[in-house]
C-alpha cells in the first residue's frame, strides 16, 4: 500500500512525496522518520564540475590522531589480510577535522571500514549530513527512494511495500551485484557512509571487494593493456528501470567515459575502475573483445573471495567505504516479503569525489 502527502520546502511549492511502505507496518519504529518516500516532483539539472580536494591526501599515515594510543578502548581489528578494518571503541560523531581526514586515508588504504556500536544514527539528520559533506558534496541519487525532505539520504530498503529493486533481480540466480556507487557520473563518488537503522538477526550482510588487489592479481601485459583504456559506464538502464517501475527520475541520466584503471589521489595506488553495475563497454575496441575482456574482469572481481570482505551488520553499525577503489554488493539472502522476520532498513550518504584519473594522467571523458 503506498499513501501520498505533500511537503514544503523552502524553496519550491508544495511537492507530492510517495511514501514507499505500509504505514500499518512501521507504526511503532523508532526511526520512522528515515521511512523511504519519493519526491515525484523535484526535477534536478545536470551536475556542474566541481574543485575536489580529497581529505586524505595530508593526512598522516600513521594516524597517530585516529588511532591514538591515548585511547584506551580502541580496538582496531583488520578483517582480512587485503580489505577491511572494523573499529570499536570510537564514535563518529565524535571526530574532529585531522581524525576525519585520516579516516579518509584509512577508508582509501582498507577500502571500507566499518564502526560497531555507533550513536550515529541518533544524532540527527543535520548532524548526520555534515558529516558525509566534510568530505565531498552529497550526491542525490537520480532514482531512488530517500528520507522526508532529505534527498542526499538515499533510502536502503526491500520490504513487502518497496519491491521494485528486489524485482529486478527476480529471474536471477543470484542476489549478488558488485558496482561502485553510481559510477557513470562524471566526478563519481568518493566516500560513501552506510548506517543501518534496523538489522535483522541474521540475513542481509553487504561484501566489497578490493579493486586495488583485483588489479594487483593481473598479468603485466594485462595491466599494460587496461591502463591505456577507457570504458563507459552508463545511468541509463538504472533511469529506465526506474521509469519502468513508474518511479520519477529526478535527473537526467548520463554516461562517462572513465580510465579503467584508476590513480587514487591519496594513496596513489593503482585499481580497477569498472564494476559489472554500471559498466557497459571498453572504448576502442571491437564489440566481442570488449565483452569478452570485461566479462573476464567482472567474473574476477566477483569470484575473488582472497580480496573481499563481507560483512555482518550489529545494531550501530555504520560502514564506510571508497568507491574509487571498491565494488560492493548487497546479499539479499533473506525473505523480503516478510518484514517480520526483522526489518533491514537505513540510508546512505554519498560523497562525491574527484573526475577519474588514471596512469600517465589519462582523464575521463563524456
Ligand atoms: O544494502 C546494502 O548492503 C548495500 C546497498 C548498496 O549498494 C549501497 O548502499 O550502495
Ligand atoms: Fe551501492
Do not use: C
Request: net charge neutral; aromatic share 8%; charged share 25%.
Amino acid at each position: 500500500m503506498s499513501t501520498t502527502t505533500t511537503t514544503t520546502t523552502e524553496e519550491s511549492a508544495p511537492v507530492t512525496l510517495t511514501l514507499a511502505y505500509d504505514k500499518g507496518i512501521h507504526e511503532q519504529y523508532k526511526y520512522s522518520e528515515y521511512l523511504p518516500v519519493y519526491d515525484n516532483q523535484t526535477h534536478f539539472p545536470p551536475l556542474q564540475p566541481f574543485e575536489f580536494k580529497d581529505k586524505g591526501a595530508a593526512a598522516d599515515k600513521a594516524k597517530p590522531n585516529l588511532l591514538s594510543k591515548d585511547n584506551a578502548e580502541l580496538k582496531v581489528s583488520n578483517l582480512t589480510p587485503v580489505i577491511g578494518t572494523e573499529i570499536r571503541g570510537l564514535q563518529l560523531s565524535q571526530l574532529h577535522d585531522v581524525q576525519k581526514d585520516e579516516l579518509a586515508l584509512l577508508i582509501a588504504e582498507r577500502g571500507v571500514v566499518v564502526f560497531r556500536g555507533q550513536d550515529f544514527k541518533d544524532i540527527g539528520i543535520e548532524k548526520q549530513k555534515a558529516f558525509g559533506r566534510y568530505f565531498g558534496p552529497l550526491h542525490i541519487h537520480p532514482v531512488g527512494s530517500h528520507v522526508k525532505d532529505h534527498l542526499e539520504l538515499h533510502n536502503i530498503y526491500l520490504g513487502p511495500d518497496n519491491e521494485y529493486r528486489a524485482r529486478n533481480k527476480n529471474n536471477k540466480l543470484t542476489t549478488v551485484g558488485y558496482h561502485s556507487d553510481v559510477s557513470y557520473e562524471h566526478q563519481t563518488p568518493g566516500i560513501t557512509i552506510l548506517t543501518l537503522l534496523s538489522v535483522r538477526p541474521t540475513g542481509g550482510d553487504a561484501a566489497w571487494a578490493s579493486q586495488t588487489a583485483a588489479y594487483e592479481r593481473l598479468s603485466q601485459p594485462i595491466k599494460t593493456l587496461l591502463e591505456g583504456l577507457r570504458a563507459e559506464h552508463s545511468g541509463f538502464p538504472q533511469a529506465e528501470g526506474g521509469r519502468r517501475d513508474g518511479k520519477f527520475v529526478r535527473r537526467e541520466p548520463i554516461k562517462s567515459e572513465h580510465p579503467i584503471v584508476r590513480v587514487h589521489p591519496a594513496t596513489g595506488q593503482k585499481a580497477l575502475f569498472i564494476n559489472p553495475g554500471f559498466t557497459k563497454r571498453i572504448i576502442g575496441l571491437r564489440d566481442e573483445e570488449s565483452d569478452a575482456l570485461l566479462k573476464l574482469l567482472f567474473k574476477h572481481i566477483s569470484l575473488g573471495q582472497d580480496f573481499q570482505v563481507r560483512v555482518r551488520w550489529e545494531e550501530g553499525t555504520v560502514a564506510l567505504w571508497d568507491n574509487r577503489v571498491t565494488a560492493h554488493t548487497a546479499i539479499t539472502d533473506y525473505n523480503v516479503h516478510n518484514p517480520q522476520e526483522g526489518l533491514r532498513h537505513g540510508f546512505r550518504i554519498t560523497t562525491l569525489a574527484d573526475k577519474p584519473v588514471g596512469v600517465n594522467g589519462l582523464e575521463s571523458t563524456w
